[in-house]
């Protein structure tokens, strides 16, 4: 169990900073990721980042010191590499800042930020801070040259039922109504803002009234979508994490043992399927979305190619949803990735051969051809000759 103990900085030189997929993810649209600080003086006790892959210490004994919360190697070069990086990749989104207490003292978010603008690199951002806000200027000059997206961390309102239990699970990260503050200054900026309902703990944040206080509480301060998973628990996390229980919420660990018995990584019992189709009914209900938009870059070349993937890949998750057979869930998602990596424009490739121009993309094939036929058709952009694609034609 961690004691408390003072924080330590500790100064990095990290050799690389930008991590790059090779396609962006279909979850939250960035292709690439760089962070400025290791480890999170947040704290939250559910944190996945204790896992064993994603643990940024080798020594630390975690039940006894939790080095994570505590010792935060501050990437003083980050921006530096951040620089030599991006110059050398095709402009995509970057996911990046990182605005715990540290941030205050180093300010190497707000120097990365700077340098995805200088650059033009389009940024997304996922906090439980709103101390994100001081960054708001340079925030404003990235949405004015490209697209700025800031979306925060909230599993639970003031109005939750759990909310003193939660509050003890996420420790130093400030209370969920900053965060929803923050929220509504962005929105007002001209942002894309939302909620990341990420994890949904059973038996704390999956009630019906907390699930539709979050998607409310969003909507009212203009959030524009709330996304969400649940819980999963590895290893050595799984170890921390029954250790506060045991200690602090005791009612709760025969709960979660049976819930995540050794060697699971998700929750054995439960239905996800049901929360998650709970949310869908519950951001259509108050004008919002349960999928993150996909940012437009302002001149993308292949904007018609990312929407149709964004389009394809909200029918995966909608298929997932209901269940549908995992072989069409497999051709619509496979199609979406031929598609990320085609670089034609689509317009062009159908305008030009047709049908036959949709089905000579390898993975795609003459039925997902026709898929994306019709998502085309439905498309005004195929009458604008090539401008970029607005956020507002496609079909809901
Ligand atoms: S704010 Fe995010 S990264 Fe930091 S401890 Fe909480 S869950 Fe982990």
């Known amino acids: 169990m961690a004691i408390a103990r003072r924080v330590e900085f500790v100064p990095y030189r990290p050799k690389t900073i930008l991590n790059k997929g090779k396609r962006a993810d279909h979850w939250f649209w960035a292709r690439y990721s760089a962070y400025p600080y290791k480890g999170c003086m947040h704290g939250c006790e559910f944190c996945y980042c204790r896992e064993e892959k994603y643990y940024p210490y080798d020594d630390a004994d975690l039940a006894v010191r939790d080095d994570f919360a505590y010792r935060i190697q501050v990437k003083e070069n980050a921006p530096e590499l951040l620089r030599r990086a991006l110059g050398r990749v095709p402009v995509d989104l970057v996911m990046t800042g990182d605005y715990q207490p540290a941030e205050r003292k180093f300010q190497v978010s707000r120097k990365m930020l700077q340098v995805c603008c200088e650059l033009g690199f389009p940024v997304s951002v996922l906090e439980r801070s709103p101390l994100v806000l001081r960054d708001l200027d340079l925030l ?3 949405n004015e040259r490209t697209t700025a997206v800031v979306f925060f961390s909230i599993i639970y309102t003031p109005d939750s039922a759990h909310r003193a239990t939660l509050r003890k699970l996420e420790r130093l ?3 969920p109504e900053k965060r929803f503050a923050a929220m509504e200054q962005l ?11 990420m994890p949904i703990l059973p038996a704390l944040c999956d009630d019906d009234a907390n699930l539709q206080s979050v998607v409310r509480w969003t909507a009212e301060h203009g959030g524009s979508f709330v996304i969400a998973a649940g819980l999963t628990l590895a290893d050595q996390q799984r170890e921390y994490f029954f250790g506060v229980l045991r200690q602090r919420l005791p009612a709760l660990l025969e709960r979660y043992r049976d819930l ?12 996800w399927r ?3 189709l709970r949310l869908r009914e519950l951001c259509e209900r108050y004008g919002i979305s349960d999928r993150m938009p996909r940012p437009t870059i302002p001149g993308d070349k292949r904007a018609l190619n990312k929407r149709v993937v964004e ?12 269940s549908a057979p995992g072989q069409r869930i497999w051709a619509y998602r496979k199609a979406a990735w031929a598609i990320e990596d085609t670089p034609q424009d ?3 490739i159908y305008r030009t051969m047709g049908r036959k121009g949709l089905e000579s993309i390898e993975n795609v094939g003459p039925k997902m051809a026709q898929v994306v036929e019709d ?5 005004p952009i195929l009458r604008q000759a090539q401008e970029p694609a607005s956020s507002e034609w496609w079909p809901p």
């Open 173 to 175: 990260a400030p209370p």
């Open 311 to 322: 389009a394809l890949a909200n029918q995966v998750y909608a298929m997932e949803l209901d």
């Open 375 to 379: 998502l085309l058709s439905a498309a």
């Open 140 to 142: 404003r000059q990235i």
């Open 187 to 197: 929105a007002k900026a001209g942002i894309l803002t939302g909620t990341c309902m």
């Open 274 to 276: 049901e929360t998650a």
């Open 260 to 271: 995540y018995p050794e060697g699971s990584y998700g929750p054995v019992k439960g239905n």
């Open 346 to 348: 689509l317009g062009l």
